[in-house]
C-alpha cells in the first residue's frame, strides 16, 4: 500500500454544544503516568500524552467529579495501549498470543478473579484487572452487568477485526458496521460515564428498541468520523476494518469519492438519531408507567451521548495528535508499543 495524500477532514456539522471539565489536562498528564507505572509504556511517553486521553474523558464526562473523569481517562489510556498492542500482534502474525490474555481479562470481568494459568504479571492484565475493580464499584448492579457484557463483546470485536485483516478477502459494509460499534471500545465508556452521572436506568429502558437504535445511530457518527481521521494510517497499512476503505472497495470508487460518502452517511445519520430522540421520548410519553422523574433521567442519558458525539469530534480535531502523527499517517507502529508486552507472563 502506498501512503494517502493528506486531506482535510469535513465538518460534520454536529448540532450539540459540548464543555470540558476544567482539570482535563491534568487528567491528561495522569492518565500518562497510569500507564507508565503499570509498564504499558515505557518509551515514548509525550507521544502517548498527545494522543490526549483526558481531554476526551473531559469532554465526555458531564458534570461529575474529578476522580471519575480521571478513571475514564485512565480506561482510555488503557485502551488505546490495547488496541495498538492487538494491532502489533496482527502486524507480526501473532494473535495466537493474544488469547490467553483476553481469556484472563474475560475471566476476570466476570467472576472477579484471575486463574492460576492466566498471565496475572502482564500489564495489561493487571492493568485491566486495577481499572475494573474502581469501576464496577461505583456502578449499580444493572449497569454492572451491562458494562460486562460490552467489555466481553469488545474484546471479540478485536478477534473479528484481527480475521478480516488475515481473510483474503473483505467485510462487507452492513457486517462491519455491527462489528465497528463494538470495536470502537465506546459501549463500556459509556456505561462508566453513566454511573458517574447517577444514572441507573432500568432494563426495561435500555432494551427498548428505540432506546438500542438511538445508541447504534450515536455509535456510527462516532465511528463513522473516526474512519475519516484514522483512514491515512490504516490505508496505509494495508487495513481494511475502515468505512471509507470498504465503501471505496465495494462500490469500486476512489478513496476521495468515499470519504465524502462516508461524510454524507454522517450527516444522513445525525439526522436518524435526532428523529429517533424525538421517537423515543413519543414512546416513552404513549407509555402510563413512565414518571417525569424516570422521563428526566432518559434525557440526561441521551444529552450524555451527545456530549459523546460532539466531544470526539472535537478532540479528534483540535486535541489528539494520534491522528497527524507523521508515524501514524504512514502506517507504522506508535513509538511508545511495547512489542514483548503480550509475552510478560
Not at 171 to 178: L, T
Not at 278 to 283: D, G, P, Q, R, Y
Given at each position: 500500500m502506498t501512503r494517502l495524500n493528506s486531506f482535510t477532514v469535513a465538518d460534520?456539522?454536529?448540532?450539540?454544544?459540548?464543555s470540558k471539565h476544567p482539570q482535563?489536562?491534568?487528567?491528561?498528564?495522569?492518565a500518562t503516568a497510569w500507564v507508565v507505572r503499570h509498564e504499558l509504556v515505557t518509551d515514548a511517553t509525550e507521544q502517548f500524552t498527545g494522543i490526549g486521553c483526558g481531554h476526551l474523558a473531559g469532554r465526555v464526562s458531564g458534570e461529575v467529579g474529578y476522580d471519575r473523569v480521571l478513571l475514564l481517562a485512565e480506561w482510555m489510556a488503557w485502551s488505546f495501549v490495547l488496541d495498538d498492542q492487538h494491532d502489533h500482534l496482527i502486524r507480526t502474525g501473532d494473535v495466537a498470543a493474544w488469547e490467553p490474555v483476553a481469556e484472563a481479562i474475560t475471566t476476570y470481568v466476570e467472576t472477579g478473579r484471575v486463574g492460576s494459568s492466566s498471565p496475572r504479571r502482564n500489564p495489561l492484565v493487571n492493568?485491566?484487572?486495577d481499572l475494573c475493580d474502581r469501576i464496577l464499584g461505583g456502578m449499580s448492579e444493572t449497569t454492572a452487568a451491562r458494562y460486562r457484557a460490552h467489555v466481553a463483546m469488545m474484546l471479540r470485536s478485536l478477534d473479528q477485526e484481527a480475521g478480516n485483516r488475515e481473510a483474503p478477502g473483505r467485510?462487507?459494509?452492513?457486517?462491519?458496521?455491527?462489528m465497528r460499534r463494538h470495536s470502537s471500545q465506546l459501549l463500556p465508556m459509556m456505561d462508566m460515564v453513566e454511573a458517574g452521572l447517577g444514572i441507573d436506568l432500568p432494563r426495561r429502558i435500555h432494551g427498548l428498541a428505540a432506546f438500542q437504535e438511538l445508541i447504534a445511530s450515536a455509535i456510527d457518527i462516532i465511528s463513522w468520523g473516526n474512519d475519516v481521521f484514522s483512514l491515512p494510517k490504516e490505508y496505509a497499512c494495508g487495513d481494511h476494518n475502515n468505512l471509507v476503505s470498504l465503501i471505496s472497495f465495494h462500490e469500486r470508487c476512489s478513496l476521495s469519492d468515499a470519504v465524502r460518502?462516508?461524510?454524507s452517511r454522517i450527516q444522513i445519520r445525525i439526522e436518524e438519531y435526532l428523529a429517533g430522540k424525538?421517537?423515543?421520548?413519543?414512546?416513552l410519553d404513549a407509555d402510563g408507567t413512565t414518571t417525569p422523574e424516570l422521563r428526566e433521567t432518559v434525557s440526561r442519558c441521551v444529552r450524555s451521548y451527545e456530549d459523546w458525539i460532539i466531544g470526539t469530534d472535537l478532540w479528534q480535531r483540535y486535541e489528539c495528535t494520534r491522528y497527524s502523527?507523521?508515524?501514524?499517517?504512514a502506517g507504522l507502529e506508535s513509538a511508545y508499543t511495547r512489542p514483548d508486552l503480550i509475552s510478560v507472563a
Open positions: 460534520f456539522h454536529l448540532p450539540f454544544g459540548n482535563a489536562a491534568r487528567a491528561n498528564v495522569e492493568g485491566f484487572v467485510p462487507s459494509v452492513e457486517d462491519y458496521i455491527v460518502a462516508v461524510e424525538k421517537h423515543l421520548f413519543e414512546v502523527d507523521e508515524r501514524f499517517a
